[in-house]
């Protein structure tokens, strides 16, 4: 676990500080990536910084707490020997700053070799590394960063920080000199990892979509203090005051979508009937519950087609006369983006929900999104 207690940082003179951080206070559990998020002061133009880079190198004390103390595991850092503390924390940084001069195995061994791993050791881990992120070994291991790509650059970047498997690490803006796209691959891959190895990071970002997409917890600053530490569901559905509702935008329900999973959204009491069913007795069906349609399954669950309630209402003879095709699915396992996405494009106000073997199992209508994120999304 990180904590982080009173964490302040002064610059200038005593009598007239710039307050970079101010008495920022946290708790991060073992395990979860928490991104500090909030405008940037690289940036041309805009608001200066907020204190997410100064915040995140006070914990690894590249920079000198004025005031405040963070904890690892329970351990006062300020009692640890500074370059001890740097060699047990992963590092990131958006420039990626790979050393030109060594190959890439090289770079990716750095810290294992100043930890005085055996060199057998630190060269298999380095493998295994690249292996983890789909680059061939035999291909990379002896190439220099400037005959890599940028993207590639960065997940060696990323690989190296891992190398000496670190408990905690620190990524300052990792992924902000990569192209949307590819930004978007090396996101998902790293969450992948993320799943196996477990690691506890602190993650600094000004890309809301990043955020959301990546942190069990956001911090949002401004002018060097935390304005809110929530889940980012949490934070999007009760944003604490005016200038975070600003922050997240007019369109943060949207942003809410991607959080949420069709299997936590979808209605599960839906009605099947037969095509050989008259309509006579869909419409019975309908009219007693909750639905607007019933939907008619082939022989293996998968729902085939769907009578909607008014065709119900106003047609007579069989089911099969009148059901029409359906034009679209979306999987369980999708999120409420997706299925919302797939709804405006083929105008399916009820969108079945299939499970991995394609069977029916639950329907997404407008009213069951409405509800979900009215209620402050997942339970
Ligand atoms: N070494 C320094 N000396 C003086 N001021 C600094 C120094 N480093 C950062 N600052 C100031 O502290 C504030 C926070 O900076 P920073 O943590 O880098 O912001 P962010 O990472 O959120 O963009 C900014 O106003 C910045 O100008
Ligand atoms: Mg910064």
């Known amino acids: 676990m990180i904590r982080l207690e009173n964490l302040t940082k002064h610059y200038g003179p005593a009598h007239d500080p710039l307050i970079a951080v101010d008495n920022v206070s946290l708790d991060l559990p073992t395990g979860e990536i928490c991104v500090l998020l909030g405008p940037s002061g690289r940036r041309a133009v805009g608001p200066s910084g907020c204190g997410k880079t100064t915040t995140m190198k006070m914990i690894n004390r590249l920079i000198q707490p004025t005031?405040?103390?963070?904890?690892?595991?329970?351990?006062d850092t300020s009692t640890v020997d500074p370059i001890e503390l740097r060699r047990s924390i992963g590092y990131v940084i958006q420039q990626i700053g790979l050393f030109p001069n060594k190959t890439i195995e090289e770079n990716i061994c750095v810290v294992p070799d100043l930890l005085g791993w055996d060199r057998r050791k630190s060269r298999d881990r380095a493998k295994e590394?690249?292996?983890?992120?789909?680059?061939?070994?035999d291909l990379f291991l002896k190439?220099?960063?400037?005959?890599?790509?940028?993207?590639?650059?960065?997940?060696?970047?990323?690989?190296?920080?891992?190398?000496?498997?670190p408990p905690v690490m620190l990524m300052d803006e990792p992924f902000g000199a990569i192209d949307p796209i590819n930004r978007e691959v090396i996101q998902e891959e790293f969450l992948k990892m993320q799943r196996e190895i477990r690691k506890t990071i602190i993650f600094v970002s000004h890309d809301l979509d990043e955020a959301v997409k990546?942190?069990?917890?956001?911090?949002?600053?401004?002018?060097?203090?935390?304005?809110?530490?929530?889940?980012?569901?949490?934070?999007?559905a009760r944003p604490a005051n005016s200038f975070i509702e600003d922050f997240l935008g007019s369109d943060r329900a949207l942003k809410r979508l991607r959080l949420v999973?069709?299997?936590?959204?979808?209605?599960?009491?839906?009605?099947?009937?037969?095509?050989?069913?008259?309509?006579?007795?869909?419409?019975?069906?309908?009219?007693?519950?909750?639905s607007a349609a019933a939907f008619v399954l082939d022989a293996e669950g998968a729902p085939r087609s769907v009578l909607s309630e008014?065709?119900?209402?106003?047609?007579?003879?069989?089911?099969?006369?009148?059901?029409?095709?359906?034009?679209?699915?979306?999987?369980?396992?999708?999120d409420l983006r997706q299925a919302v996405s797939v709804m405006f494009a083929h105008d399916m106000p009820l969108l079945p929900c299939i499970d991995e073997a394609g069977r029916l199992a639950g329907v997404m209508s407008y009213r069951s999104i409405v509800h979900h994120l009215g209620h402050g999304g997942k339970a």
């Open 67 to 75: 005031g405040g103390k963070v904890f690892i595991n329970g351990k």
């Open 129 to 137: 590394l690249l292996e983890l992120v789909g680059l061939q070994p």
């Open 143 to 165: 190439r220099y960063p400037k005959e890599l790509s940028g993207g590639q650059q960065q997940r060696v970047g990323v690989l190296r920080a891992l190398a000496a498997d």
């Open 214 to 236: 990546m942190a069990d917890k956001i911090a949002i600053f401004r002018s060097g203090k935390l304005e809110q530490y929530a889940a980012p569901d949490d934070l999007l």
């Open 261 to 290: 999973s069709v299997g936590d959204a979808m209605e599960t009491d839906f009605i099947t009937v037969l095509e050989t069913d008259s309509v006579e007795h869909a419409r019975a069906r309908i009219r007693s519950s909750r």
């Open 310 to 334: 008014q065709v119900a209402e106003a047609c007579s003879g069989t089911v099969g006369d009148h059901a029409e095709p359906v034009k679209s699915t979306v999987p369980l396992t999708g």
